[in-house]
């Protein structure tokens, strides 16, 4: 296979960033994946999901692959439980609403997260206090050095607050091509707990909500602060809560009393981002055509011709402002390239 040159990247990543691929080339079968593998196995290489947890800020001289390879099935099912399985170029959200047509619950709160299936466990996203690690069973990636297809197991995945063995020991060795879950089937454990889901529900009078009940209360809470990619380049949540100690967090309180957290335990604070980044006074700010959003400060924003460089030099400015103002180190959920 030929691969194509200088491709725009603009369309395949949702911050919208116009940057070129030297060399492009799709893969959209695992035995492809391995032929170009082996084919260009003393290339530098660069895998490209869905284009939704990163910021590209040059062009890219490595050989870009496109991780498009679709597929999902019922693996088994028992009275209670299904495990499912899906391919690493599936649409996460299109993913959760097959899920939920079948009726199938546990990952009905990560609703209208951009990306695809193959980067979830890399990213343990989460969202509306559900994780990929509360419902994941097992992934398959393939060892790019060797070609071998190992199986991870939960454990083996070393989940962590948007963290795994992916992004630490073993970054850039893998490549994540199937993932597998284990939902509910019936007896659905509903989490409306979390930020407005149970005042969403409250709003539609709906007092026995339905898994599709707290994905559509989901989406509207998350249409309502978050931006589409569609419209405005963003990759949603630009930074990571930063987690600090019960010591600093008391002195926090004691000068901002309505400073809100979530405790994780008796040593540890979680404190949302977006907070400090709107007392810091950038929400909504503009520069030039990089900024962060108006209805969420945790949202760095592309309003058209922002180049990568832009926003993040935009993104080190917050991040030195939240430091000198509350003495809290804030880093990016988005990998910049």
């Known amino acids: 296979m030929i691969p194509a040159t200088d491709v725009s990247l603009k369309e395949l990543n949702t911050f919208g960033i116009d940057v070129k691929a030297k060399r492009f080339i799709v893969a ?30 040059k062009d890219i001289e490595a050989l870009v692959i496109q991780l498009a ?8 099912e028992d009275d209670d439980f299904a495990w499912v399985e899906a391919q690493v170029g599936e649409n996460w959200h299109e993913f959760v609403l097959w899920t939920l047509e079948h009726d199938l619950g546990g990952l009905e709160n990560l609703s209208l997260i951009p990306g695809q299936v193959g980067t979830t466990p890399i990213q343990n996203i ?52 199937s993932v597998v879950f284990k939902l509910t089937k019936g007896k659905h454990n509903l989490k409306i707990e979390y930020g407005a889901i149970q005042s969403e529900l409250d709003k539609n009078k709906i007092t026995h909500p339905t898994i599709q009940d707290v994905s559509k209360a989901v989406i509207a809470i998350r249409e309502s602060k978050l931006p589409n990619p569609k419209e405005i380049g963003n990759s949603g949540s630009f930074f990571k809560n930063p987690i600090i100690s019960t010591a600093q967090f008391n002195k926090l309180q004691a000068t901002y009393p309505e400073i809100p957290s979530y405790r994780i335990n008796d ?18 700010k503009r520069f030039g055509d990089a900024g962060v959003h108006s209805k969420q400060a945790l949202v760095l924003v592309n309003y058209g011709k922002a180049t990568g460089l832009e926003i993040a030099q935009l993104a080190s400015t ?4 939240i430091f000198e103002k509350f003495n809290i180190k804030i880093s990016a959920e988005v990998n910049i390239f």
């Open 28 to 57: 959209t079968q695992t035995e492809q994946l391995l032929n170009l593998l082996k084919e260009y196995r003393d290339d530098t290489l660069f895998f490209l999901g869905g284009g939704s947890n990163m910021l590209l800020t």
């Open 69 to 76: 390879i679709k597929g999902k099935k019922i693996l088994r």
């Open 126 to 177: 989460g969202a509306y206090g559900v994780e990929i690690k509360d419902q994941m069973v097992e992934c398959v990636a393939l060892r790019i050095k060797d070609l071998e297809l190992v199986t991870f197991s939960n454990k083996q995945c070393a989940f962590d607050y948007r963290e795994s063995v992916f992004k630490n020991e073993l970054k850039d060795q893998y490549i994540v091509l």
């Open 267 to 284: 040593e540890l604070v979680k404190v949302p981002a977006g907070w400090l980044i709107e007392q810091a006074g950038f929400k909504g």
């Open 318 to 321: 917050i991040q030195k402002a």
